[in-house]
């Protein structure tokens, strides 16, 4: 599909078509996120549309991730916006998983992705390329790998016991208020991250004299 300027009548015409697909779509629960990815496999130019929906969730989702990355100090090398997904890319860091404060921030950069889209979207669930669970999932295995590290784990047959879980749980949902409220604080800047993003697609970063991360 590409959408030509001025041409007032095609555009109408084909919005209208994608009206009618989205209703397809949502009739057998499939996501329009889904659908474009699969369509660009296949070779349809679902790229040159400027403001795909996948897109937008993406940026959104992106952005969540590069701004509470930057607002804990941790440098960002790259974001990149596909069609069929996003990527942002950290710089390189062993995680201590005896350190809370690292383990939370991380955890917090994984959260960002989801909650970004809630903000600027007013829903979340399909941003990120290996799904929504993914990044869940992530944050998860840090929770429990530093709670079964630092010794307040209870380890039973079944790996771990219900208080555990509920450690891993309470820790999880404190964690996520956090980022919450710190995205919504800073909604501005979000939103600047996300038209960018929109624009751009495609962000590289660098550090200059002063130790501050500029763009390439």
């Not at 974001?79 to 921030?105: A, E, H, P, Q």
């Not at 990120?128 to 010794?151: N, P, R, V, W, Y």
Request: proline share 2%.
């Amino acid at each position: 599909i590409k959408l030509e300027t001025g041409d007032g009548e095609m555009k109408q015409r084909i919005s209208r078509k994608i009206k009618k697909l989205r209703k397809w779509l949502e009739t057998f629960k499939i996501s329009w996120y889904t659908a474009t990815s699969y369509a660009y496999m296949l070779g349809y130019d679902v790229d040159s549309v400027p403001m795909l929906p996948a897109r937008k969730v993406t940026a959104a989702h992106e952005a969540g991730h590069w701004l509470m990355a930057e607002l804990l100090g941790i440098p960002v090398h790259a974001v990149n916006i596909f069609v069929y997904g996003g990527m942002t890319t950290l710089s390189k860091c062993r995680i201590d998983m005896s350190d809370r404060t690292m383990v939370s921030n991380y955890v917090k950069i994984y959260y960002a992705g989801l909650v970004g889209e809630q903000i600027l979207l007013g829903k979340a669930g399909d941003g990120c390329m290996g799904g929504k669970d993914f990044d869940l999932e992530s944050a998860q295995d840090l929770i429990k790998c530093h709670i079964l590290f630092t010794g307040e784990a209870e380890l039973t047959p079944d790996y771990i016991s219900q208080e555990t879980a509920d450690k891993i749980i309470a820790m999880s949902k404190q964690i996520h208020q956090e980022v919450v409220t710190e995205l919504t604080e800073h909604k501005d800047k979000l939103e600047e991250k996300y038209i960018h993003l929109l624009k751009k697609r495609d962000i590289y970063m660098g550090i200059n004299e002063q130790g501050e991360p500029v763009e390439l």
